[in-house]
């Protein structure tokens, strides 16, 4: 039974070197998801795969149903997931083409649909609950990412902060100023719900981000036109991370 999933995030709509056996589009209370989950082999080890913009990119981070892809996963036996994301740099070592492995999240989203409890969906009957959302990051997942990291000839930096934007547009200087006061080290715009999502339905989750430029106002204007050259580099080390990673999860 597949247990383990790989979310992709911005320019990892599939994943190189994944033999797909099969393909699922699960219905769930929350409207689709993305698109299919696909099932397969990959280094090894059987997993499944959800493209988060889908399978196309073609859903803007602010309006992704990120409960329809928690659900889904939950629903065909999902218990870890990896999940890869963009972002921008804030802090100094963070610099375009770096894997950043998070340690701590800040929410700065709004008008998401942000959890289970909501008062009228709810799990096994319980429809208000808080859960302890101290350490968001699931630590053994952090730890194979890490070493992954090791393994590979990728520059990774293994902690941060990852402040959540709602996007579609990119940041102001004086917000990057805001995250950077606040302790952000990188920003990004799909890390959350995600993430609670995933501890609401006890899913162990841990985030692989590919930084692809720096943030706004931290070396002048950003180049949206360089954005794309930057997103296969920063997600082609994101994914040698991961399938290094896989290897610790067997």
């Keep these: 039974m ?13 994943m190189e070197g994944l033999r797909i056996a099969r393909r699922e589009m699960v219905k769930t209370p929350f409207g689709a998801p993305s698109c299919p989950i696909l099932f397969g082999e990959l280094n090894g080890l059987s997993v499944a795969f959800l493209a988060r913009h889908g399978s196309q990119h073609q859903i803007p981070p602010h309006q992704i149903n990120y409960c329809a892809n928690l659900w889904a996963l939950h629903s065909v036996g999902i218990e870890r997931i990896i999940a890869a994301g963009a972002v921008g740099g804030i802090a100094d070592d963070c610099l375009p083409g770096t894997v950043v492995i998070p340690d701590q999240v800040i929410d700065y989203t709004h008008g998401r649909e942000n959890s289970f409890f909501d008062g009228t969906h709810g799990l ?10 101290t350490e968001p990051y699931n630590a053994d997942l952090r730890t194979a990412l890490i070493q992954g990291g090791d393994a590979s000839d990728v520059p ?40 609670a999502l995933a501890r609401e339905l006890g899913i162990e989750y841990a985030c692989c981000t590919a930084v692809l430029n720096r943030a706004a106002g931290k070396d002048g204007p950003i ?9 296969d580099v920063g997600m082609k080390n994101a994914r040698t991370v991961i399938m290094a990673a896989l290897a610790n999860l067997k």
Excluded: H, K, W
């Design 156 to 195: 990774v930096v293994t902690s941060g902060t990852y402040g959540v934007s709602s996007g579609p547009r990119l940041e102001t200087a004086a917000e990057i100023r805001r995250m950077e006061n606040d302790g952000c080290t990188v920003v990004g715009m799909t890390g959350m719900p995600e993430a």
């Design 223 to 231: 180049d949206t036109a360089q954005l794309s050259a930057a997103v």
């Design 124 to 133: 096994n009957g319980v429809t208000v609950r808080a859960i302890d959302f």
């Design 2 to 14: 597949t247990t383990l999933a790989i979310i992709g995030g911005t320019g990892l709509s599939r």
